[in-house]
């Protein structure tokens, strides 16, 4: 069976980004394993555009290997993404949410539209919290390599699950997209 619109796919991969260091060799980001694959619905919206076209046709234990560039990826790095907010933002009831907010942390913020994204703590200070609203990805050409592991007709189930609001775009649902459409690990 060929990945086609509405298949379930799953996949082992690897992620590489290019090194951050001129002549150094690409950098692993994150790795699917056949015993953890990623497991995602074609043609639905999970996935990056050209991470799909890249896949388009394929068969269970056909190999791939491609690269999506920035454009194509998350965009480009903003510095002006890098804010540095009031901790009252961060307080509930109240009192500073010490057991959320730390450095490295990743957390859901909304915008005052209601706008969802994700933010990276960079530095808790006393009177303010440095957030980083960039795609942990952005900036970055994605390498992939990998082997198709299962293409099945998706159940009812798993399609509704899609049309009754999808996956977000957390850094750690490697099902709904991930890498290459929004889930790393």
């Known amino acids: ?29 994150e790795r699917a394993t056949a015993d953890e694959p990623l497991k995602f619905i074609f ?10 076209e890249a896949l388009d046709g394929l068969e269970a234990g056909d190999l791939f290997e491609f690269t999506v560039e920035t454009d194509d990826a998350y965009g480009d790095y903003y510095d002006e993404r890098v804010l540095n907010l009031d901790r009252s933002v961060f307080e509930i009831d109240g009192k500073f949410d010490e057991e959320m907010i730390f450095e490295g942390n990743a957390v859901p913020l909304m915008d005052t539209e209601g706008n969802r994204m994700m933010a990276e703590i960079l530095a808790v200070g006393e009177a303010t919290v440095r957030v980083d609203l960039n795609h942990p990805l952005a900036g970055e050409r994605l390498h992939f390599k990998g082997k198709v592991l299962e293409v099945r007709d998706a159940t009812m189930q798993e399609l509704a699950s899609i049309i009754g609001g999808g996956c977000g775009s957390s ?15």
């Open 1 to 29: 069976m060929k990945i086609t619109k509405d298949k379930f796919v799953s996949a082992e991969y690897e992620l590489y980004v290019d090194a951050r260091v001129e002549g150094a060799e690409l950098e692993l980001m």
């Open 43 to 52: 043609g639905v919206g999970m996935m990056l555009p050209k991470f799909e």
């Open 171 to 185: 850094a750690d649902d490697s099902a709904c997209g991930g890498c290459g459409g929004g889930g790393c690990k």
